[in-house]
């Protein structure tokens, strides 16, 4: 390798210096975010949808007609069969207590009795802008004190929402220590070292604190909306990403080392070899990302920006931090087995070991190679028929136990399924007569009121007589006749559904609901939304969202790598590679899904998630793989240049990958569906690239086309003898 030109001392010693007080400043200051995140987060569903979205809109109107914004918990109680009056009169004590709660706005609703007499509910409407979880954390213990034989439970919206909350509180500590546990034990088996690895995460630990501390004051400022599920992500993937950029450099590093340059040398060295491959790497990552701008989710429009903003970060730390602490350990930094210096010479292809032998195997038998694992991964993608990713009841997202999920199946035992979380209907005051024919027309929708603030409960029952709208009020005998609450000349309807609101027959119910009001109103005229609404809109548009995405994602891919490998028919197979690797990994997942877990669906977003990080990810290892290869090419040869470059990049490919895989198998700690499913699609699919695709299916198809891969560069028509390439 040739030698670089050295600058004088003070600037060799004090530049790492400077750039590594430069990070540790920038993490001393961002780590302390790590338990700030939920100051500036939300998991609320609602939050996440577009203006567009009848859902949307019906909720921004809905404090014009209750009061306060508020989320509904409900309580519903139940003993030894029928309730007694000492009963009674227990749970309505106990809703004067629930209404005293921190966060609980207005009064809880006096306890309302099932047909059967054996269950009570108690609304509790709880401000929006409360902890909620801490309220809820309130309501529960003082439900756990009924006398028995009493037992109750908090469900309804702001207890599943709760329950979801509680989940994610492992992501600050739990997550992370599983993901930097298995990251440090990968890389102290790979480098048999103790202290290198302690560099590697260290360099990825400070870039996850710089990235969190601009990721929090941008969602402070309003500029994104945070939630549990994309703070989790932003977390795995800085780490992964980062632990890969910096493999890369290290194994540079140490060829440089073994080369016989000095450390200032070899981390120059280094710094130029890696500098390419990790900007194209990271570059591609951030532009597949940025895609996700084009959803009409918020939350997925806030992935975007702000995992690229992790993998910014990522890059830059594998550049500056990395490179000033190997140049200040040098050789030391891979004790005790130090890489010494040796004399590089003869063909790698024909040395010893696991990369030498699969590049001659390759070079034997390429085109049996290539057929075969297309095959096996085209057979494994048979598997996707059997995803069913259309949505899950807000009951299954949290794994393990739900307080909120139990009781909503007591709920349903006893009262309609939907009873406490009803969908709203906003009408003008002149059609609520049609509107109400329309409600009792549809199956699925069991009752209908109309909110009245003149009413004690906030509601009153409205039917229809001769054509006119006639409404009573709901509470004790004596109650003058309410008027219902207006507002820009609109009333709210609250339609009790007989199915739970969180289950997929609800928004079948909507679905239907809104179908009728514009064949009977005209079109727009009324608006549905509520609970069942905002799961409804959230999945059709994460569905509309991947059909949009996923296309846009491999073009900006393609282009990326045509000008990066200066070919054409190249980043074609390459990303026909990662296509067929991609349904292999959702095939699989989907028959471990349903199979194995027992898992009762997807998330629509699932698909578009797993897609997005694993061929963002998976075009990772083409781009260090491909990069070398291109790179030997030019001195060898294509065929040699291929063998060559699977050797040099073979180990680095397999560490990352066992690396990425480990930190994305981490977020199944969490107990959230969504997370679990993308730790296992994403983990596993990264496998699949790194010991299939990467190792023997993308060398095999290059090596069997031989110079053309690099069509239409100049490349592709230079001649150079290549005969060495066959054994």
């Known amino acids: 390798m040739k030698t670089i030109s050295r600058p004088p001392r003070l600037l060799r010693i004090g530049l790492p210096v400077l750039l590594i ?116 954390t309130e309501l ?53 070292s103790p202290l290198l690895p302690l560099l590697v995460l260290a360099s990825s630990v400070f870039a996850l604190c710089v990235a969190l501390l601009t990721v929090w004051w941008l969602a402070f400022a309003g500029i994104f909306v945070l939630n549990g ?47 390419e491959p990790i900007l194209a790497s990271g570059g591609t990552v951030i532009a597949g990302l940025l895609c996700l701008l084009l959803s009409d989710l918020a939350s997925n429009k806030a992935l975007g920006p702000i ?69 096996g991964l085209l057979a494994a993608t048979v598997g996707v028929l059997q995803l069913e990713a259309d949505g899950v009841a807000s009951s299954d997202l949290v794994l393990g136990y739900s307080q909120a999920r139990d009781g909503q199946e007591v709920l349903s035992e006893h009262f309609p399924g939907g009873s406490g979380s009803p969908a709203y209907v906003v009408v003008p005051e002149g059609d609520v007569a049609a509107a109400v024919d329309v409600v009792e027309g549809v199956d699925g929708a069991d009752d209908v009121a109309i909110a009245s603030g003149d009413s004690p409960t906030g509601q009153a029952a409205v039917t229809v ?63 549905v939304g509520g609970v069942t609404a905002v799961a409804l809109d959230t999945n059709a548009t994460s569905i509309r969202d991947r059909t949009l995405i996923i296309p846009v994602v491999l073009v900006v891919i393609l282009v990326i790598l045509m000008l990066l490998l200066r070919s054409v028919l190249a980043p074609v197979l390459l990303v026909a590679t990662v296509i067929v690797s991609f349904g292999a990994a959702l095939g699989v997942s989907a028959l471990v899904f349903e199979h194995v877990f027992g898992f009762p669906g997807a998330d629509p ?20 793989l491909m990069t070398r290869v291109r790179e030997e090419s030019l001195r060898h040869g294509t065929r040699p240049g291929i063998l060559r470059g699977l050797v040099a990049t073979g180990g680095v490919i397999t560490s990352a990958g066992l690396v990425l895989a480990a930190t994305f198998a981490a977020l199944g700690v969490i107990p959230i569906l969504f997370l679990a499913q993308i730790a296992f699609i994403v983990a596993f699919g990264v496998l699949l690239d790194t010991f299939i695709v990467r190792s023997l299916l993308v060398p095999a198809l290059a090596h069997d086309i031989g110079r053309a891969i690099w069509w239409p560069s100049r490349l592709a028509r230079r001649e150079v003898d290549e005969a060495a390439a066959r054994p």
Do not use: H
């Open 605 to 624: 977003a699932v698909p578009l998630y797993g897609f997005v990080f694993l061929v963002a990810l998976g075009i990772d290892y083409n781009i260090f």
């Open 229 to 275: 599920q994309v703070q989790g992500i932003l977390f795995i993937l800085v780490i992964g990403a980062a632990t890969d950029y910096a493999l890369l450099y290290v194994a540079r590093f140490r060829e440089a080392l073994a080369g016989g340059q000095t450390r200032w040398d070899a981390a120059v060295s280094a710094w130029r070899g890696a500098f």
């Open 140 to 192: 529960r213990d003082l439900v756990a004190g009924l006398p028995a034989p009493l037992d109750g439970w908090v469900t309804g919206p702001a207890g599943f929402t709760a329950d979801l909350t509680e989940g994610f509180l492992g992501i600050d500590g739990l997550l992370l220590a599983v993901a930097l546990g298995a990251v440090f034990v990968i890389l102290v088996i790979v480098y048999r």
């Open 21 to 136: 007080l430069v990070w540790l400043v920038g993490g001393s200051i961002g780590g302390p975010y790590f338990g700030k995140v939920d100051e500036v987060s939300t998991n609320d569903q609602s939050s996440f949808l577009p203006a567009s979205a009848d859902a949307t809109a019906v909720q921004e109107r809905l404090a014009g007609f209750l009061g306060a914004d508020s989320v509904p918990a409900l309580v519903v109680v139940t003993g030894e069969g029928e309730l007694t009056s000492e009963q009674t009169a227990d749970v309505a004590a106990l809703a004067e207590d629930l209404a005293r709660v921190d966060g609980v706005t207005g009064d809880a609703s006096p306890p309302v009795p099932s047909e059967d007499g054996q269950a009570l509910q108690i609304f509790v409407p709880i401000d929006a802008d409360a902890e909620l979880r801490e309220s809820v």
């Open 465 to 527: 007589r001769d054509g006119e709208a006639v409404f009573t009020a709901v509470g004790p005998p004596g109650t003058p006749e309410p008027a219902p609450t207006v507002s820009d000349g609109d009333v709210l309807l609250q339609v009790t559904l007989s199915d739970a609101a969180d289950s997929l027959a609800a928004e079948a119910t909507v679905e239907d609901l809104r179908t009728a009001f514009d064949a009977e109103l005209g079109e727009g005229v009324a608006q």
């Open 307 to 375: 995992a690229s903003i992790g993998i910014a970060f990522a890059m830059l730390s594998a550049l500056t931090f990395l490179p000033a602490l190997l140049a200040v350990f040098g050789r030391a930094a891979f004790w005790p087995f130090v890489p010494k210096p040796e004399a590089i010479a003869g063909d790698p292809v024909a040395g010893r070991g696991v990369w030498p032998a699969t590049a001659r195997f390759v070079a034997r038998r390429a085109r049996s190679i290539w057929i075969v694992c297309t095959v």
